[in-house]
């Protein structure tokens, strides 16, 4: 009896791949698989008989072609004469710069207000409370609209800086803050520069290679050298003294008020400007919760036991909480980090010519290539976010051995 | 006895003595909270400045704001060279703010009666206290609302509630045999039922009708909610689904859903709106043509389903293996073991997440102003502040729009907070 029952189990028969839990997985990803196939093919035969019928095809010969359109704010050399390509480009380096910008500034808001709004001073807790609040429930684009018109507005425009007794002055003669966007002294390298530059790189190494060995004496003989005072004469002293050797060879360039508009200089679009600072503070709001939580998330006891071994406040900060509060804090960071170059995309509200502007925006009206350039702008940040997520994930990997 | 005289000894308790000036009341919370150290002074002498200087700047423009008025050159004669708001563009503008420009004004009542019976809807869902035979409203709420605000006869809402009620009757009643059977039998029957409802509604089509509105019409703050409100529907049990998709065994279930949480992931929703406004049109049949609102709606539920979707794998990771381990010894099969078991536990774990998500769902609606359609933000940017008679009212137009959504999405996450507080079970 029970020999029969093992030999029918083993034979296969049809039923099974339905009945049978170890074929019934089989079946299952067969029809999904065929499923997706289907709606696949569909999707697919509709576009082609849609291009088709209006009478275009899939072809990015297009990326090749003069742009015929100028970009105002650019890292690189463009002109109207240069390829949709290029353009693109500018776009991809104007993205990054914004969001590079973003990420640093906004690190800055959020780590303050997440410090501040577990302050015993209850006044600036409250305040921190409304500010993560506001920021938090408002939309983004909301903020970059009404910072956006904050700056069109509150800043003089370059007129105001003209005349006997101009409505508006330069800040130390050197920066310009204007409606148009702002000015500030843009540093010029002359011959020997170099050897600045070289000198100035070899003292932070300097610095680091000092403190380390600082370090190591401590650890091997208990000795304690004094490393605040040696650290910055390193960190200063070479680096003038050789740029006053070779006499002088960095320069700084400072924005003038030529006619009607500013000359020289790095000049920095009020665009850039407001998305910049709308996209910081608002994230920011966003960091300060995690960095609260962060904190909070690290145990009372740890900070009790480190003030009873007799570290001061700072210490017990540094060496206690915050490296185990990190742990917490940096997954969630850099998905903020993600969020601020997704998020600069909005750059089209304000008129800064980022990716989504230049490719996603111009080029695909000027050539009606909308499949190819949604398509080649999902491409770029899809590639920035995967990079960044493997990034994340070897840091997750990197502190979860530490763990025991 | 002289001993007793000459000493005195006290028979009852003094009574306490008050504290010190400085160690009691306002002074000693101020000591203690804003002047503990020269540090601490400092920042609070800051923070006083700070906020002096918002309020100085702020109150007289807010106090001396101009309600009546036509136009923006008006609102400055009447302020006369007084710094001031001019809020008389709220209330001129109050419906096209709230219903879009082309909402026909007669029919305000309905999206209004749509809201509140959206209230009344979400009770039950939000506060577990009420009585479950609410929820009864709630399965019937969608469809009451698209005829609403919508329009048309009531007659296409009602059949396509009945097709979907027979359909789940249906599976129901044969869930207890083989799966694919009921399924089978509860599509069958609920396309049967449309079927034989297309005649009916065919037949008459002006049973109980309201004005038609078509969805291009609809606009302002009423379009942030609808769209917000449905993409978040529609996307709780995609993602919920999507979830356990990536949480398979089977490898080309297990793949199919990663590509696509990780795709909609990594890009930015306003390049999946560029997708609904140019691209998605063209993978429809050539025939047809898909209303943008819907089409925005299928982009804004991918986008977020995916988002719920890594909240709810979250909730399913966290929950300890010996539950699984747990339900499959009780002899549950997957989908049991599934609704019974694990995701009562996960999702309870994730809705906080999930409310997250869903609040900045109803932020990032405002996106579809870039698309040109015409939202709350799309309302102010393009036919208000273009107008001639409200150049230039930047202030008061983007204050009012963040205002109405601060209240929206702070009243969402304080209810988060609560729910979170609620759910706190275990712990103790």
């Known amino acids: 009896m029970s020999t029969s029952q093992i030999s029918r189990r083993d034979n296969f028969q049809l039923s099974m791949l339905l009945n049978d839990k170890r074929y019934r997985s089989y079946t299952f990803q067969f029809f999904a698989l065929i499923i997706l196939i289907c709606i696949m093919a569909y999707l697919g035969k509709n576009l082609l008989e849609n291009l088709a019928a209006a009478g275009l095809n899939i072809s990015y010969s297009f990326l090749g072609e003069a742009s015929g359109y100028d970009i105002n704010q650019r890292l690189i050399e463009y002109n109207s004469q240069s390829t949709h390509l290029r353009a693109a480009f500018v776009g991809v380096l104007n993205t990054l710069l914004v969001a590079f910008l973003g990420c640093i500034m906004a690190t800055i808001f959020g780590v303050t207000a997440g410090i501040l709004r577990l302050s015993n001073n209850w006044i600036v807790a409250k305040l921190m409370m409304i500010y993560v609040e506001i920021f938090r429930n408002v939309p983004v684009l909301i903020w970059i609209l009404i910072i956006h018109s904050v700056f069109l507005t509150i800043l003089p425009q370059p007129k105001a800086f003209r005349g006997e007794n101009p409505e508006a002055s330069m800040l130390w003669d050197a920066f310009a803050f204007t409606g148009r966007g702002i000015y500030i002294p843009k540093p010029v390298f002359y011959d020997g520069s170099l050897i600045v530059i070289a000198t100035f790189i070899l003292s932070i190494i300097g610095v680091f290679a000092f403190r380390n060995y600082s370090r190591k004496k401590l650890y091997d003989t208990g000795q304690l050298i004094e490393t605040r005072w040696t650290s910055v004469v390193i960190f200063f002293v070479p680096t003038l003294l050789v740029y006053f050797v070779m006499g002088n060879p960095i320069g700084l360039e400072y924005p003038e008020l030529k006619g009607f508009n500013f000359k020289g200089g790095i000049y920095a679009r009020g665009s850039l400007i407001s998305l910049w600072f709308a996209l910081s503070i608002y994230t920011g709001a966003f960091i300060a919760e995690v960095v609260r939580a962060g904190i909070q998330s690290v145990n009372q006891g740890q900070s009790e036991a480190a003030g009873a071994l007799g570290l001061r406040s700072n210490l017990v900060m540094n060496l206690v909480i915050l490296p185990q509060a990190l742990r917490v804090i940096v997954p969630p960071l850099i998905s903020f980090y993600l969020n601020i170059t997704k998020n600069s995309s909005l750059a089209l509200a304000v008129g800064y010519m980022d990716i989504t502007g230049t490719l996603g925006g111009i080029t695909l009206n000027q050539t009606g290539r909308a499949i190819e350039a949604v398509l080649l702008l999902m491409l770029f940040y899809l590639v920035i976010s995967l990079s960044i997520s493997a990034i994340m994930n070897v840091y997750n990997r990197s502190i979860m051995l530490k763990e025991r | ?428």
Request: glycine share 8%; proline share 5%; aromatic share 14%.
């Open chain 2, 1 to 428: 006895m002289s001993d007793n005289r000459n000493s005195f000894v006290r028979h009852e308790m003094l009574s306490e003595r008050a504290p010190p000036v400085g160690e009691r009341g306002v002074l000693k919370w101020a000591r203690e909270n804003l002047f503990s150290s020269v540090f601490n002074t400092i920042m609070t002498i800051v923070s006083v400045w700070v906020i002096y200087s918002i309020a100085v700047g702020v109150a007289p423009w807010f106090f001396n704001g101009v309600w009546n008025a036509e136009t923006t050159r008006e609102c400055y004669e009447i302020l006369d060279g007084v710094n001031g708001a001019c809020f008389a563009v709220l209330r001129e503008r109050f419906p096209q703010l709230i219903y879009g420009f082309t909402y026909p004004s007669s029919e305000y009542w309905r999206p209004n009666l749509a809201t509140v019976l959206l209230l009344v809807a979400l009770a039950p869902v939000l506060f577990r206290r009420l009585p479950k035979g609410l929820l009864v409203f709630t399965v019937i709420y969608p469809f009451l609302a698209y005829w609403l605000i919508w329009g048309g006869s009531i007659l296409i809402p009602t059949v396509a509630f009945v097709g979907c009620f027979i359909g789940v009757a249906c599976y129901k009643k044969f869930s207890s045999g083989a799966f694919v059977t009921a399924i089978t039998l509860s599509l069958i029957s609920a396309y049967l039922c449309w079927f034989l409802g297309g005649y009916l509604i065919s037949w008459n089509d002006a049973f109980l009708s309201l004005e038609i509105v078509p969805s291009r019409d609809m606009g302002g703050f009423m379009l942030n909610l609808l769209l917000g409100t449905i993409a978040v529907s529609l996307s709780i049990p995609l993602g919920i689904a999507l979830a356990l998709g990536r949480q398979s065994n089977m490898p080309i279930i297990k793949w199919i859903c990663v590509v696509f949480i990780e795709f909609i992931r990594g890009v930015p929703l306003i390049t999946l709106l560029f997708v609904a406004n140019v691209i998605l049109a063209f993978f429809f049949p050539p025939e047809t043509s898909i209303d943008l609102i819907l089409r925005v709606i299928i982009m804004m539920t991918f986008f977020n389903s995916a988002y719920i979707a890594e909240v709810v794998r979250g909730g399913l990771a966290a929950l300890p293996s010996g539950q699984y381990e747990a339900a499959n010894s009780l002899g549950l099969d997957y989908s049991q073991s599934m609704r019974f078991i694990i995701l009562p536990q996960a999702l309870k774990i994730s809705i906080p997440g999930i409310v997250n998500v869903s609040v900045g769902m109803l932020k990032d609606t405002t996106l579809v102003s870039i698309i040109s359609m015409f939202d709350l933000v799309g309302m102010i940017r393009g036919p208000i502040l273009s107008s001639t008679d409200w150049n230039g009212v930047y202030w008061e137009l983007f204050g009012a729009a963040a205002a109405i959504f601060f209240v929206v999405c702070f009243t969402v996450s304080k209810y988060s907070q609560w729910l979170e507080r609620q759910l706190e079970t275990g712990k103790h």
